[in-house]
């Protein structure tokens, strides 16, 4: 099955009005005719209205970088997953490290984010990695996949392209460290044989598998290589459009 490959950017907290309109307008401009594959941003919640003005009727699409599991109600600070539907997106994140460091969120209210996003036509991205001692411990490929599981409790996408999972080294997230190609690769083939024993092997082949872990323009194109590694969850490389559309270029 050919899968297009997705080049996500995450903005996590940054970006004013006017610099995601100037984000936008850089990226619009250097996209090549046609795209060799999917771009989308993912900016912070008060940004959204202004990335789909800018943004629609365009190649790049947009999504948010987390939802509550919540459909409405009086949960102060949350955003519902319609609300992120009424905005146009089309992607949300769900399980980031950051959340499960941070906000010390657990697998079970990421299935249930998942679950939620899917109710509401969107797709979410879902997050799992290790931290470096489970790494150095030989148990990273076990420690995901636990994560994917319990991430993935009760989820049932109605097809492939419905679901993206994120592989996301933690040791590795803004630190300057990076996997090596052979370390994405390992453990997106790990998590393709998993998700073809929950689901099928024809749904586990349509799934895109992301690479997530200080990906820059220089390492992206041999990150790629790897056939189980179908894009990339861009973080600091996102900020800037140059950079962004190098990642672009390197697919």
């Not at 959204?48 to 800018?54: F, I, N, Q």
């Not at 990273?140 to 991430?151: D, M």
């Amino acid at each position: 099955m050919t899968r297009r490959v997705l080049i996500a950017g995450n903005w996590k907290m940054h970006k004013t009005t006017a610099e995601a309109r100037a984000w936008c307008r850089a990226v619009l401009d250097g996209l090549p005719d046609p795209v060799a594959c999917e771009v989308a941003v993912l900016p912070a919640y008060p940004l959204l209205p202004v990335v789909r003005e800018a943004l629609e009727n365009s190649p790049v699409r947009w999504g948010a970088q987390d939802v509550s599991a919540h459909e409405e109600g009086a949960y102060t600070g949350e955003v519902a997953a319609r609300q992120l539907a009424d905005l146009g997106c089309a992607y949300v994140v769900v399980g980031h490290s950051e959340r499960r460091a941070y906000w010390k969120e657990s697998n079970a209210l990421v299935a249930a984010k998942a679950r939620k996003a899917l109710e509401h036509g969107l797709v979410p991205i879902v997050c799992v990695g290790e931290p470096l001692e489970v790494r150095e411990a030989g148990e990273a490929v076990a420690f995901t996949l636990a994560q994917l599981e319990g991430s993935l409790e009760g989820v049932e996408a109605p097809d492939p392209g419905r679901l993206v999972v994120a592989y996301e080294p933690v040791w590795a997230i803004g630190t300057g460290r990076t996997a090596t190609p052979e370390d994405a690769q390992e453990m997106a083939r790990a998590i393709r044989d998993w998700l073809a024993r929950r689901y099928t092997p024809e749904f586990a082949a349509g799934v895109r598998v992301l690479y997530g872990g200080s990906i820059k323009p220089g390492n992206f194109a041999e990150i790629l290589e790897g056939p189980d590694v179908d894009g990339g969850l861009v973080g600091g490389a996102s900020l800037d459009a140059t950079r962004f559309l190098a990642l672009a270029t390197a697919v």
